[in-house]
């Protein structure tokens, strides 16, 4: 907690983790969103929602925490994996192929960017 007795987005997110691990996916959603209340740029907290919204059975939910995870980090490869597996999960199925794509897209483009190991050449 800090010192206003507020706890922080990151001690949030570990109870939310707690929660979800216990198969509590419903309340596990609302402590990811009070994660993010407590900060809108917790990424990790809107990863945790997408998963517990997805395990609530909350698909539609689920796809619209995604987006508006893919629209907060547009060049991260796991945010649209995330968006594939909700879209796949809601039975959004070309929809869900075009996410993978884009994250397989970026995934590359990621790899391209990494230097090679010493041992290996071009």
Do not use: C
Request: zero cysteines; aromatic letters at 4%; glycine letters at 4%.
């Amino acid at each position: 907690m800090d010192p206003t007795g507020r706890q922080s987005a990151e001690d949030l997110s570990q109870h939310a983790l707690d929660l979800l691990a216990a198969g509590s996916a419903a309340e596990a959603a609302r402590a990811f969103r009070a994660a993010i209340a407590a900060d809108e740029h917790y990424y990790e907290a809107h990863h945790g929602l997408v998963r517990a919204l997805r395990d609530a059975g909350q698909l539609e939910n689920a796809v619209g925490a995604a987006l508006a995870l893919t629209a907060m980090t547009p060049q991260d490869p796991l945010a649209h994996t995330a968006l594939s597996i909700s879209l796949q999960t809601a039975g959004h199925i070309p929809e869900a192929e075009a996410a993978a794509a884009r994250a397989r897209i970026l995934e590359w483009k990621v790899q391209l960017q990494s230097p090679l190991p010493e041992n290996q050449s071009p």
